[in-house]
C-alpha cells in the first residue's frame, strides 16, 4: 500500500515519472487480495489514498504567509482525509469482486475507479486534482484518446492494466487461465497508445506535405495561414502574492503591467492577455479616474485589445438595488477602453474563495467570499488587424476552473475559437502546485481540439495546440523571457465527440458500478 502510494506520487508533478502508473497500483491490488472483509479493505485503501494525497497536496500547509499555520493545516488535512475517503470505497468495492472472473475483474475495478473519480470532480462543489490520469499529461500518444473519453478515459485505461497485472500475478500457477485478464488490457492500452501516434503521426504528415508542395513560399505560407490563427501576447507580469496583497504596491505593479505590455505590443499582436485579479475592477470601470485615465492612454498608445483577469467588487446589481458582493472576472476591453464582454468565474476554490458547508464550519476560516458566476459568457474580440476576421469569441476559464473537463468544454460547445486560462499561482510558488495545476491544460486542449494559452502570475504562461502540444517556451518567475507572444489555429471544423456529449463515458461507468451493486442486494436479500 505504501509503496503504491509512493510509486502514484512519483509519477506526478514535479517527479513526473508518468510510466510508473502503469504498475503503481499493482502493490494496492495484491495486498487487497488479502482483506479479510469490506471493512478492511477500505482501511487499506483510506491509509493509500491519505498518504498518496497527503504528498500531492502538502503545498496547502505553506500557504501559512497568507494565513494562520493552523488554519492552513486544518484545511490541509481536511482536504487530504476527504479525498483519501474516495481511495478506501473503491477498494471496499474491490473486495467484494470476484478475482477469479478473467477480464471482468479488470473491467468491474476500472469502472468502479472512474465512477468514484467523476463522483469526487462534482460532489460538494467537486474537487478533481489528482485523477490518475493526469499523470500522463507528458505523454502525447497516451492522452489523444481524451477528444472521445475525456481524462477518466485515461484514468480507465491505465487502472484497467494496473487490474490486469495483479490479477494475472495473484494466480501465477495458474496465469494460463487468467490470460485475458491481462490480454485484453493490454490490447486496450496497445490500442489507445496506436490511436494517438496515429493523430500525432497524422497532423505532422499533413504539415509536411503544404510545406514540401511546389511554388509554397513560408511568406505565402503565413499568408494562407493567417485568417486561421490568432497572435497572441502574454504578459503574466509574475507578481508575488506577498506583494499583489499590499496595496500600497499596486502602483509599482501597475506600471510593471503596463510596460510589458508596451513591449509585447512591439510584436503587434492580435490581443494582449493579463492573468488573473491583476487589477481591481475600479481601473477597468473607470472608478479610479487616475489609474483609468493611465489605463486608456496605453490602449490608446498600442492600439490592441485585452483580455484581462480582475477583482470586481459590485456595490449595484442589474436591478439598481445596493449590494456588496465580489466577484473573480475576466473582461474583454477593446482599444478605445469599451468592456466588450465579462466573464465570472464559476467554479470557487474551497476554503480559499469560499467555505463549503459554512454553516457548520462558520469560524474555521474567516474572509470574505467570493460571489460564482452565473453563466458561460464569450468574450468578443474584434481583431482591428484582419479585416478578414470580424469578430472572434474566446472562452476563458479563470484558474481552478481549469481543473473542471465538463465546464471547460461548455465554452467549446458556446462556440469558441480559442480558449484561454488565467491564473495566479503565486500562492503556491517554490511548490509542485504549479506543474500540478499546468499538467491539466493540455488534456481541455485534446478533449476539445481547440488551443488553449495559459498566462499565470506566478506560474507557467504558455501554448498549447490541439493536440496537447506545447507550441511556445515556457515562462515563469524565474525564466530571463518577461512576455510571451505567438499565433494559434483558431477552432475548425467539428467538435470533438467529448466537446458534445461531456463526461458520457464516467456516467456509464458510474450506471454500471450501479447496476452491479443493485444486483448484489437484489442476490443477497432475495426470499
Not at 513591449?263 to 477597468?284: H, K, M, N
Request: one cysteine or more; a positive charge; glycine letters at 8%.
Amino acid at each position: 500500500m505504501v509503496l503504491s502510494a509512493i510509486l502514484l506520487f512519483l509519477s506526478f508533478p514535479n517527479a513526473n515519472l508518468f510510466p510508473l502508473a502503469w504498475f503503481a497500483m499493482v502493490p494496492f491490488f495484491i495486498a487487497l487480495n488479502r482483506a479479510t472483509s469490506w471493512k478492511s479493505a477500505f482501511c487499506m485503501g483510506y491509509l493509500t489514498g491519505f498518504l498518496f494525497f497527503a504528498g500531492l497536496f502538502v503545498a496547502i500547509v505553506f500557504l501559512y504567509p497568507y494565513a494562520n499555520i493552523y488554519q492552513t493545516l486544518v484545511g490541509y488535512l481536511l482536504l487530504v482525509g476527504y479525498t483519501a475517503l474516495y481511495f478506501g470505497v473503491f477498494a471496499a468495492f474491490v473486495q467484494l469482486l470476484p478475482w477469479r472472473s478473467g477480464v471482468l475483474f479488470p473491467v468491474a475495478a476500472a469502472c468502479i475507479w472512474i465512477a468514484l473519480e467523476w463522483v469526487r470532480s462534482w460532489l460538494l462543489t467537486g474537487f478533481p486534482w489528482g485523477s490518475i490520469g493526469y499523470s500522463q499529461w507528458n505523454n502525447l500518444p497516451g492522452i489523444q484518446i481524451a477528444s472521445v473519453f475525456g481524462v477518466h478515459g485515461v484514468s480507465f485505461v491505465i487502472v484497467l492494466f494496473n487490474a490486469g497485472i495483479a490479477t494475472v500475478l495473484r494466480a501465477h500457477r495458474q496465469w494460463r487461465q487468467e490470460i485475458a485478464a491481462i490480454g485484453v488490457p493490454l490490447i486496450v492500452m496497445l490500442s489507445c497508445f496506436g490511436y494517438g501516434v496515429f493523430q500525432l503521426s497524422s497532423v505532422e504528415s499533413s504539415v509536411a506535405a503544404e510545406k514540401s508542395r511546389p511554388g509554397t513560399s513560408p511568406a505565402s505560407a503565413v499568408k494562407t495561414a493567417s485568417p486561421k490563427t490568432l497572435n497572441i501576447g502574454l504578459v503574466p507580469g509574475n507578481i508575488s502574492q506577498l506583494r499583489k496583497w499590499k496595496l500600497t504596491e499596486f502602483p509599482d505593479i501597475f506600471r510593471r503591467y503596463i510596460a510589458l505590455t508596451h513591449e509585447a505590443s512591439r510584436a503587434a499582436p492580435d490581443v494582449i492577455i493579463w492573468p488573473e485579479t491583476t487589477v481591481r475592477g475600479e481601473v477597468l470601470l473607470n472608478h479610479w479616474p487616475t489609474y483609468h485615465g493611465r489605463f486608456k492612454q496605453m490602449l490608446r498608445e498600442t492600439e490592441i485589445p485585452m483580455l484581462i483577469g480582475a477583482t470586481d467588487y459590485e456595490k449595484v446589481d442589474a436591478m439598481g438595488n445596493k449590494v456588496d458582493k465580489v466577484y473573480n472576472r475576466a473582461f474583454s476591453v477593446s482599444p478605445e477602453g469599451e468592456i466588450l464582454g465579462k466573464y465570472a468565474k464559476m467554479r470557487l476554490v474551497p476554503f480559499g474563495e469560499y467555505v463549503p458547508l459554512a454553516s457548520f464550519l462558520p469560524n474555521l476560516i474567516q474572509f470574505r467570499p467570493t460571489e460564482p458566476g452565473k453563466s458561460v459568457n464569450l468574450l468578443p474580440l474584434f481583431n482591428v488587424k484582419n479585416a478578414s476576421v470580424e469578430k472572434i469569441e474566446i472562452g476563458v476559464s479563470i484558474c481552478f476552473e481549469s481543473g473542471f473537463p465538463d465546464h471547460f468544454r461548455r465554452f467549446v460547445k458556446k462556440g469558441a475559437k480559442v480558449m484561454s486560462i488565467l491564473i495566479n499561482d503565486a500562492w503556491f510558488e517554490g511548490t509542485a502546485f504549479p506543474e500540478l495545476h499546468l499538467s491539466m491544460a493540455p488534456f481541455r486542449a485534446v478533449e476539445n481540439r481547440i488551443a488553449v494559452v495559459r498566462c499565470a502570475n506566478g506560474g507557467f504562461s504558455c501554448m498549447f495546440d490541439k493536440f496537447g502540444r506545447t507550441t511556445t517556451p515556457l515562462v515563469t518567475p524565474h525564466t530571463a523571457q518577461e512576455i510571451l507572444v505567438a499565433a494559434v489555429q483558431l477552432r475548425e471544423g467539428e467538435q470533438t465527440l467529448y466537446t458534445r456529449y461531456g463526461d458520457w463515458f464516467p456516467i456509464l461507468c458510474a450506471l454500471f458500478c450501479l447496476g452491479w451493486l443493485g444486483w448484489r442486494i437484489f442476490v443477497r436479500f432475495r426470499p
